[in-house]
């Protein structure tokens, strides 16, 4: 694995890199500032023990005149106006290359509903749902009668586009159900109702133009859910890496979750979450374009169990952003 991603690495463009100044585009205003901040500054400091001209630009300010002092675009933010194509296509009009997915890729995948519509349509498995717009129905009793006929109990109640498990709750029965789509209206007008599947939770990070699979994580939080707390605070979840699954399963996960990547255009990087039933059935929850980078984050464990360190993998999403420096 190590092996396949040094095609990656290019010595000439990563001198011509460090002769640029990199900004470290974090913060932001969107739920997940914190963690976005956090996910910057890991990033800004290895940079600058790699040798490179780095500077923080934290979005929450005016930062049209810091974009005018930098050569390429390090993406760190999580969440709305970061995540979602919105600063992609400011850097592209600023004709700043950037890492990460594009506008298309970032659209599509933070839009939970719209990118379960374009798998299902390919044939990837995810969990049935609904999708309810608050901005057409506001009739609460007319919804819960629609997800009790088109669903059956338990179900998961998401915001539409929001990251880090923001606003998500479990329903168990009918009379919870109201509370749960109030607290994710908190943070979208567009609600993701989808049946709840038991099962081991498993993650699959992609890298690469030519995209590669690094190992699988199994993730087993001590809590039971793998909630914002559970993401976050150190030694409340267990990761399992590779995950011990059979071969054909561990094989037919890392494809789907490539097939993913590709469908829906992401580039550069991604990280795919899966639901493995008791049937052995993986379904695809979602797809994350700009995944963390925190001490507790997903994608530098799996990097870690192919011999690849931090500071070598934040070099790789570097060299990826463009070819062509």
Same mark, same amino acid.
């Given at each position: 694995?190590?092996?396949?991603?040094?095609?990656?690495?290019?010595? +000439?463009?990563?001198?011509?890199?460090?002769?640029?100044?990199?900004?470290?585009?974090? @913060?932001?205003?969107?739920?997940?500032?914190?963690? +976005?901040?956090?996910? @910057?500054?890991?990033?800004?400091?290895?940079?600058?023990?790699?040798?490179?001209?780095?500077?923080?630009?934290?979005?929450?300010?005016?930062?049209?005149?810091?974009?005018?002092?930098?050569?390429?675009?390090?993406?760190?933010?999580?969440?709305?106006?970061?995540? =979602? @194509?919105?600063?992609?296509?400011?850097?592209?009009?600023?004709?700043?290359?950037?890492?990460? &997915?594009?506008?298309?890729?970032?659209?599509?995948?933070?839009?939970?509903?719209?990118?379960?519509?374009?798998?299902?349509?390919?044939?990837?498995?995810?969990?049935?749902?609904?999708?309810?717009?608050?901005?057409?129905?506001?009739?609460?009793?007319?919804?819960?009668? &629609?997800?009790?006929?088109?669903?059956?109990?338990?179900?998961?109640?998401?915001?539409?586009?929001?990251? &880090?498990?923001? @606003?998500?709750?479990?329903?168990?029965?009918? =009379?919870?159900?109201?509370?749960?789509?109030?607290?994710?209206?908190?943070?979208?007008?567009?609600?993701?109702?989808?049946?709840?599947?038991?099962?081991?939770?498993?993650?699959?990070?992609?890298?690469?133009?030519?995209?590669?699979?690094?190992?699988?994580?199994?993730?087993?939080?001590?809590?039971?859910?793998?909630?914002?707390?559970?993401?976050?605070?150190?030694?409340?979840?267990?990761?399992?890496?590779?995950?011990?699954?059979?071969?054909?399963?561990?094989?037919?996960?890392?494809? /789907?979750?490539?097939?993913?990547?590709?469908?829906?255009?992401?580039? +550069?990087?991604?990280?795919?979450?899966?639901?493995?039933?008791?049937?052995?059935?993986?379904?695809?929850?979602?797809?994350? /374009?700009?995944?963390?980078?925190?001490?507790?984050?997903?994608?530098?464990?799996?990097?870690?169990?192919?011999?690849?360190?931090?500071?070598?993998?934040?070099?790789?999403?570097?060299?990826?952003?463009?070819?062509?420096?």
């Amino acid at each position: 694995m190590k092996d396949n991603l040094k095609k990656f690495q290019s010595p +000439s463009v990563r001198s011509k890199k460090k002769l640029l100044r990199i900004g470290i585009i974090a @913060g932001g205003i969107s739920s997940e500032r914190e963690i +976005s901040l956090m996910t @910057g500054k890991n990033i800004y400091q290895s940079l600058i023990k790699s040798g490179y001209d780095v500077i923080f630009i934290d979005t929450k300010k005016d930062i049209l005149s810091d974009l005018r002092k930098i050569n390429l675009a390090f993406l760190a933010l999580h969440g709305r106006y970061g995540e =979602d @194509g919105t600063i992609q296509g400011l850097l592209e009009y600023m004709k700043i290359p950037y890492t990460g &997915s594009g506008v298309p890729g970032s659209a599509i995948s933070i839009n939970k509903i719209l990118s379960k519509e374009i798998l299902k349509c390919k044939n990837i498995l995810t969990p049935d749902y609904i999708a309810i717009d608050f901005n057409e129905n506001k009739n609460f009793l007319e919804i819960k009668e &629609s997800i009790k006929k088109k669903l059956s109990f338990p179900v998961i109640v998401k915001p539409n586009s929001e990251g &880090s498990t923001i @606003g998500i709750n479990i329903v168990y029965e009918n =009379d919870k159900l109201e509370y749960a789509i109030r607290d994710a209206l908190k943070y979208d007008n567009k609600i993701l109702v989808e049946r709840y599947i038991k099962g081991r939770e498993l993650t699959v990070s992609i890298i690469g133009n030519e995209p590669v699979a690094l190992p699988i994580i199994e993730i087993k939080p001590k809590s039971g859910f793998y909630d914002y707390k559970a993401k976050y605070t150190k030694n409340m979840t267990e990761y399992i890496v590779p995950a011990k699954l059979d071969g054909t399963i561990s094989r037919q996960t890392s494809n /789907t979750a490539v097939k993913c990547h590709k469908i829906l255009q992401c580039k +550069s990087i991604s990280r795919v979450d899966f639901i493995l039933d008791n049937n052995n059935d993986a379904y695809v929850i979602e797809l994350n /374009t700009m995944p963390g980078m925190t001490a507790t984050s997903l994608v530098p464990k799996a990097a870690k169990a192919v011999g690849i360190d931090f500071d070598y993998l934040i070099e790789i999403i570097l060299d990826l952003a463009s070819l062509k420096v």
